[in-house]
């Protein structure tokens, strides 16, 4: 049974969360997929009342991101955006379980979303 634990509530919309999550996580060398996307998969739906908030039309975004490590199983991401804050849960199962290595670099990629240091418009300088 796959179990969500929440890492962070963000007052930002999904994409700027995504862009800045994904970018803090390649420069840190790990690779990200995004594999679902419910904007997308709903595009043809205009007139949807949203079945967890009751908004009209719904304006959630519910992404589901894979990062992956060098030789690490992938960790599963959920991002929910409602109302301009993005819920960033990782999803546990017994089939995927990331490394602790690799989910305390996704804690602190989400620590630098909030708090960002320059490294987010740093490009990587040569040795």
Request: with cysteine; net charge negative.
């Amino acid at each position: 049974m796959s179990q969500a634990t929440r890492l962070s509530t963000l007052n930002m919309d999904s994409e700027t969360t995504i862009t800045h999550f994904t970018r803090w996580l390649t420069y840190n060398g790990l690779r990200i997929v995004r594999n679902f996307d419910l904007q997308s998969a709903c595009a043809s739906f205009a007139d949807l009342i949203c079945p967890h908030h009751g908004d009209y039309p719904c304006d959630c975004q519910l992404v589901f991101l894979l990062v992956y490590g060098a030789d690490d199983s992938p960790a599963s991401i959920v991002l929910h955006t409602h109302r301009g804050k993005t819920d960033i849960d990782l999803i546990d199962s017994p089939n995927n379980q990331p490394s602790r290595h690799l989910e305390e670099t996704i804690r602190l990629a989400i620590e630098k979303i909030i708090d960002p240091p320059p490294l987010l418009n740093m490009e990587k300088n040569p040795d």
